[in-house]
T-cell receptor, first 115, second 111 residues
Framework: AQKVTQAQTEISVVEKEDVTLDCVYETRDTTYYLFWYKQPPSGELVFLIR??????QNEISGRYSWNFQKSTSSFNFTITASQVVDSAVYFCALSEAQRNNDMRFGAGTRLTVKP | DGGITQSPKYLFRKEGQNVTLSCEQN?????MYWYRQDPGQGLRLIYYSQIVNDFQKGDIAEGYSVSREKKESFPLTVTSAQKNPTAFYLCASHSRGGGYTFGSGTRLTVV
């Protein structure tokens, strides 16, 4: 069964627009972690955030913010005032304690920010 | 600086050859992972190891083999049994209660 679903395959916005990347996950575990990673064209994965299942507090870091809602099993990521440098593929991932914490990734969302 | 080193960055394999991708970490992490990424797709787990001398199959282990003789090293061998090995391979490590760290990847191409 698909553990992490990123329904948006590609998103294109114009610079300074806000954009939200959706992530829906599936787990029966009560202890789990959710992640967002950025993958620029170089290929390396850049860690953005980790959230554990017991902490539903939303988080803001500069232009980035994350909305974690257990009721809808979603962990959405919003970029405010997008910039060209935000262009990348963004992955949401799930790590479950009952599965030895190995991470399962969504298919990714390719974000293109046009000047 | 601590981190994960993957080598080589680019690797070319002939049909029927085995090749080994290197992954070394100096983070003192117990767990290490290998992922495969195909163009336009997410990462799929090949193998993982929670401790030295122990490893488990991931979702797509067929045609691959690993070893974990040292805590720092988790090499991945792509065998001739892997019929479609062309992909981008990422190694990661993880400490209990901590985050995951990824290497910069190896791009394998069959020629």
């Amino acid at each position: 069964a698909q553990k992490v679903t990123q329904a948006q395959t590609e998103i294109s916005v114009v610079e300074k627009e806000d954009v939200t990347l959706d992530c829906v996950y599936e787990t029966r575990d009560t202890t789990y972690y959710l992640f967002w990673y950025k993958q620029p064209p170089s290929g390396e994965l850049v860690f953005l955030i980790r959230r554990n299942s017991f902490d539903e507090q939303n988080e803001i870091s500069g232009r980035y913010s994350w909305n974690f809602q257990k009721s809808t099993s979603s962990f959405n990521f919003t970029i405010t005032a997008s910039q060209v440098v935000d262009s990348a593929v963004y992955f949401c991932a799930l790590s479950e304690a009952q599965r030895n914490n190995d991470m399962r990734f969504g298919a990714g969302t390719r974000l293109t920010v046009k000047p | 600086d601590g981190g994960i080193t993957q080598s080589p960055k680019y690797l070319f394999r002939k049909e029927g050859q085995n090749v080994t991708l290197s992954c070394e970490q100096n983070l003192n992490h117990d767990a290490m992972y290998w992922y495969r990424q195909d163009p336009g797709q997410g990462l799929r787990l090949i193998y993982y190891s929670q401790i030295v001398n122990d490893f488990q199959k991931g979702d797509i282990a067929e045609g691959y083999s690993v070893s974990r003789e040292k805590k720092e090293s988790f090499p991945l061998t792509v065998t001739s049994a892997q019929k479609n090995p062309t992909a981008f391979y990422l190694c990661a490590s993880h400490s209990r209660g901590g985050g995951y760290t990824f290497g910069s990847g190896t791009r394998l191409t069959v020629v």
